[in-house]
């Protein structure tokens, strides 16, 4: 199966949005063993857009359209798939009455330029969106499919998932699909990790894939063509153990603060948070997943001195000794999280996010890191030399796998390498 | 200047690696006043290189490629060149001594195919490349530059502000340069502010282009070639007006915490926030803007009841008479907020984010979203039928929206369309 992919959209080609569409699909039909000849980033424009229609219909079995799917005057596709197609633009009443649905749901009415959206090439085959407005639909033309799918990254990647990847299924039965596993590390280089795995000398017929998703890494396994699931796992069992502590999970969909919550949840434990540095990150990261109240109490962003002493305790004399960014307020921190929440389990980060507040001592990207429990308060120190935004995305990191680690019974001192 | 942009390399297209090199040129493009018609990543294919380069050389004034330089069997981008515009390839003695002079330094000689490095179209300007082994080159083809430079990011990103971008500025001095301007906006739909700016007339030397990054719209006004920046300003003041309210910026890197955050450093203000649904995403929003301390004292997240009564003050009465989520609540977590914090501004959500809790009065995605202030508390309902990431980003956005509408004079209570 030959796939060209044309990702449509003026914003592409501004240095405005990097197109993420295109790479995302070609992972996922290099899985199903698809062959994608070429991707192309379009303008907003009947013209080239016609034209690289015309171009990959030539050449490939299955044509992919991204973007130009919205209500405005900009969005192009549909007319575009349709002159091509030869064919003309109908109206399909079930997207109209979803339209307005939408739109009643959100108080609004639907305008003239939404029903657009409504408009497919005639003979098409619609298919819902429920993660968008705009529903996708294909084509055939000249026994090419002709798949159009929206420009959003979220919605592309559901439709990718439910119906993309199951129609080439149904469409192409040749392709043969392959045996993947996963595992979640975090705290260690993707070169240390990959050290690791390539010491077992697992063979060739496993290919291991390292994917940093920054501040972690996912180890995707695919087993090639004829190795069963049990193989496939036992492989994945010994990369693992070797990576024991590091590893933190081999469900693909499993993030870091899912597997914490799971944790808690299991043990009928709750934890408060105070952060400075992470600013409500580190809580926002725990109440994105559903049913946090089961697990989470309180949280309190105690970005001024003022707030560490009134709402944690933290003496006034420890800012001024040791300053707000120390192991000791850390630990103040977290012993009075834990006094005045009666969590479980306290968590506090104090940190200097920069760019600005470095001294030789403690440069910018010096952050500690508390967690307190009845049996004590441990803090670690840690130095992360990264801009702001990822500053603070690999501290809440490494704040909630202090708390796996606690809840797993791990060290919580450790190198990293 | 037109320019086509093509990426070489198998890799780009497996879902292996990310085309970023396309993505970094078309902005700085963009920067010079060039038109990116289109990016294109194609395999390392010797038939399908040379179509495409024919194509872009029919359409544009300029082609740059990336790829495809090394010494191995699959770099194909010096000859598929040289086919095209019906040359030899010459070998360049210059290049030849620095490969060798760069194998010695890493104690090894130089191999047949590394000498492939130092072949180049006969009549092509040869440019060294200081930062990795494989020199770049310049070919005329029919009027046409075409520009071949290296796939390594780093040595792209070297050789585009060394040697391309002086180039340009030499070989296109008459380029003109399409002035762009940006409006972002939150509040309303797409569909609407689509409606809005068509309804304006602005002719067809302006084109205005959407970019819904959720839960905010931006808005591109392009003028053609010959327009003045004084008149796209004037096309951007009457957008700006007809969307009054609902448009907050017109610098393009603003973001509204960024707009949110500037109102109040300009006024000397701050604000403190707590949260229930939002779980600290608010707040870390705030707290990703440097100079956070400037403008935010402390933020709570009350996301359990007991944690509302004792860090707000909010009354277990209200608890029980209105709900968790509820405007009596919002209003009392508001005012127990600002009376704590003493800051000037307090902002606090309380709302059901799903998947679980809804009821028939208030299904899941309704908020409240208060807002105090010395001179009074006012209180939203807004009902958010989304996802519950969707819905804490727009909940979070929808709460530093009020709080500029409040710095910016603006009715609070508004309808939404």
């Avoid at 307005?100 to 639907?110: H, Q, V, W």
């Avoid at 619609?126 to 084509?139: C, L, R, V």
């Avoid at 469409?171 to 392959?178: A, Q």
């Amino acid at each position: 199966m030959k796939v060209t992919i044309l990702a449509i959209g003026d914003e592409l080609l501004s240095g405005r949005t990097l197109d993420t569409n295109s790479h995302f699909l070609s992972g996922k039909l290099a899985e199903t063993g698809g062959e994608v000849l070429e991707t192309r980033v379009l303008r907003d424009e009947a013209e080239q857009i016609e034209k690289a229609l015309r171009d990959a219909l030539s050449s490939s079995d299955m044509v992919i359209t991204t973007g130009g799917l919205g209500p405005t005057t900009d969005d192009l596709t549909r007319f575009s798939v349709a002159k091509v197609a030869g064919r003309e633009l109908k109206e399909d009443s079930a997207s109209i009455q979803r339209l307005e649905e939408r739109a009643r749901a959100k108080g609004r009415e639907l305008y003239e330029n939404g029903r657009l959206q409504a408009l497919f090439p005639e003979g098409s085959k619609i298919i819902e969106n429920p993660t968008g407005t705009a529903n996708s639909f294909i084509t055939e033309i000249e026994q090419v499919s002709v798949f159009s799918l929206p420009g959003v990254p979220r919605e592309l990647k559901y439709l990718t998932e439910h119906e993309l990847l199951p129609f080439i299924a149904g469409r192409f039965p040749g392709t043969k699909i392959r045996q993947s596993c996963y595992l979640h590390c975090f705290g260690y280089s993707e070169s240390w990790v990959g050290s690791v795995v390539e010491g077992l000398e697992i063979g060739d017929s496993f290919n291991v894939a390292y994917r940093p998703d920054f501040p972690e890494i996912m180890l995707t396994i695919t087993g090639r063509e004829g190795v069963s699931p049990g193989d496939l796992e036992k492989v994945r069992d010994s990369i693992e153990g070797a990576l024991a502590g590091v590893a933190y999970s081999s469900n693909k969909k499993d993030s870091l603060e899912e597997h914490v919550s799971c944790l808690l949840r299991d043990t009928g434990q709750i934890v408060a948070i105070a952060e400075s540095c992470t600013g409500g990150l580190l809580s926002s990261r725990l109440v994105a997943i559903a049913g946090a109240s089961e697990i989470f109490s309180q949280g309190l962003v105690t970005y001024s001195n003022s707030s560490k002493v009134s709402l944690l305790g933290v003496s006034e004399e420890s800012l001024n000794t040791y300053g707000a960014v120390s192991s000791e307020v850390a630990r103040e921190m977290a012993k009075g999280l834990l006094e005045h929440s009666k969590a479980d389990f306290s968590l506090v980060t104090t940190g200097i996010a920069g760019p600005g507040g470095g001294s030789e001592d403690k440069p910018v990207g010096t952050v500690y890191i508390g967690i307190g429990h009845r049996d004590g308060v441990t803090v670690i120190r840690r130095e992360f030399p990264y801009s702001r935004s990822q500053f603070r995305q690999i501290t809440a990191s490494s704040a909630l796998d202090l708390l796996r680690r606690k809840l797993s019974g791990l060290e919580l001192e450790f190198e990293i390498r």
